[in-house]
């Protein structure tokens, strides 16, 4: 049944996006209303300032609604769509506030868990996708986890991430390579449920 | 030879995927032809990490700025879906396509908590036929009288609730992979109008000494403290019913406190509301 309400939920995304191609703004309501409290822990995780990511989860949502009819199904789901233009914006950001020393140095000391709380949690499906990433997460070992941090919330690429670290840049592939496959078979029924 | 080859393909898997993180984007890169299935995959992976994070609410300022800009005035004043079933139920936007469908899985699950409620439903009113039995034939006097009354009246009460149109159901059932009271269940019976509501729990653990059980309910804002209740035998059954819900609610959950008065829920959380279901 949950894997249903899960395919349930890609497909009425779909037709968000369709409804916001053909100006529904009661689409994007309801897309916003879905998908705001997960893009504004990304845009906090990455920007560290609630202000700063209310502002990037604000445009993101205006990108959406300017270009949606650029979304291609193909190439990923609308939840990943969303959290690629958030990321995105939120990283562009960062570069521009030149505070990527402090951002990677967060994601390389900070646990997770410090942003524990209960609140806003929109869904069950939510919450359960919620607690088997951080499950999976924590199961890779610290050094995989901090340099998929570093790329994914810091947007340093693999040579910036050896510079910063001191640790040579094959390791660094390495590390965020063995990280994603251990992700991508974790992760593989909710990957082809995104699919 | 394979050991130089199997490096070289795990050198050229390395710098795919390096190229794939550093290049994360939206859209597709000019020029790329297709869409590689594994490409697809790990760009999967990467638009769920951010599921891992405590999910943050922005200010509703953010949502009435960008519905506002969007032309969408009416959409901006439009209260957030109320209770967690916001993804359950058939959003005006995503169209008669999905409303069959979504319909048949929503009579499905009526179906399942009507079928479990039905069976309380028939005790309540067995429960309710005994009690007026009891009234008519025994002659009590004073205070029992009046606790067999108030009992009387809530049990019509909450039988009326189950069989009100667009009263909604919520079951809440043990939070996480590895539970602390696994055996624990409730049902929360929410009034049509929202003006009141009754939650029955069973197969809760006693509370050790000074703890309690507290309601929360988790409202875009934050979470606003409900009622505390303490379980003092085993398989014993709680009931408790009060007057109105806070805006803004999004979800149900109970959690195990040391203080019974605390604002905030410090304690494990034992259970959680899943999506409702809405008489019909």
Request: proline share 6%; glycine share 8%.
């Amino acid at each position: 049944v949950k894997s249903r309400e899960k395919s349930e939920q890609q497909a009425e995304d779909a037709a968000l996006i369709e409804g916001i191609v053909v100006r529904r703004a009661e689409a994007l309501a309801d897309l916003y209303d879905r998908y705001s409290h997960l893009l504004m822990a990304l845009a906090s995780r990455v920007l560290g300032d609630p202000a700063d990511a209310e502002e990037v989860l604000q445009e993101a949502f205006l990108q959406v609604w300017n270009q949606a009819g650029r979304y291609d199904a193909s190439r990923s789901s609308v939840s990943t769509w969303l959290v690629l233009i958030t990321r995105s914006r939120a990283i562009d950001r960062l570069r521009n506030l030149r505070v990527v020393q402090r951002t990677a140095t967060a994601a390389q000391h900070e646990n997770p868990e410090t942003h524990a709380s209960p609140r806003g949690v929109q869904n069950v499906l939510n919450a359960e996708r919620r607690f088997r990433l951080e499950e999976e997460l924590s199961k890779l070992p610290a050094e995989q986890r901090q340099v998929l941090e570093m790329a994914f919330y810091g947007g340093m690429t693999q040579s910036e991430i050896a510079a910063h670290t001191g640790i040579p840049l094959g390791t660094v592939k390495t590390r965020t390579l063995l990280a994603m496959r251990k992700l991508r078979t974790a992760l593989a029924e909710d990957v082809d449920q995104l699919r | 030879v394979n050991e130089q080859e199997r490096k070289e393909r795990e050198a050229l898997e390395e710098g795919r995927v390096a190229k794939l993180i550093e290049e994360l984007s939206p859209d597709a890169p000019s020029g790329e032809a297709g869409v590689d299935p594994e490409a697809r995959a790990l760009r999967e992976v990467a638009g769920l990490l951010p599921y891992a994070l405590a999910p943050r609410a922005p200010s509703a300022e953010v949502r009435r700025r960008l519905l506002a800009q969007v032309g969408g005035a009416g959409e901006a004043d439009r209260a957030v879906p109320a209770l967690v079933g916001a993804r359950g139920e058939p959003s005006a936007a995503a169209g008669f396509r999905w409303a069959l469908p979504l319909a048949a899985v929503l009579a499905l699950a009526l179906a399942g908590v009507v079928g479990w409620q039905e069976l309380r439903h028939g005790e309540q009113r067995r429960v309710i036929a005994e009690l007026e039995r009891n009234l008519g034939a025994t002659s009590l006097e004073g205070a029992e009288l009046v606790e067999a009354r108030a009992l009387l009246a809530r049990r019509s009460e909450q039988v009326a609730m189950l069989t009100e149109r667009g009263a909604e159901i919520c079951l809440l059932e043990p939070y996480g992979e590895r539970p602390q009271f696994p055996r624990a269940r409730a049902t929360m019976v929410v009034a049509a109008d929202r003006s009141h509501w009754f939650l029955r729990g069973e197969r809760l653990d006693p509370c050790d000494q000074g703890r309690a059980y507290k309601i929360w309910f988790e409202t875009e804002t934050g979470s606003v403290p409900g009622p505390s209740f303490r379980v003092d035998g085993p398989d014993a059954e709680i009931e408790i019913a009060a007057e109105g819900l806070p805006e803004g609610l999004v979800t149900i959950s109970i959690t195990l406190e040391h203080d019974p008065d605390c604002e905030t829920p410090e304690g494990p959380q034992v259970l959680r509301a899943g999506p409702p279901i809405r008489l019909l």
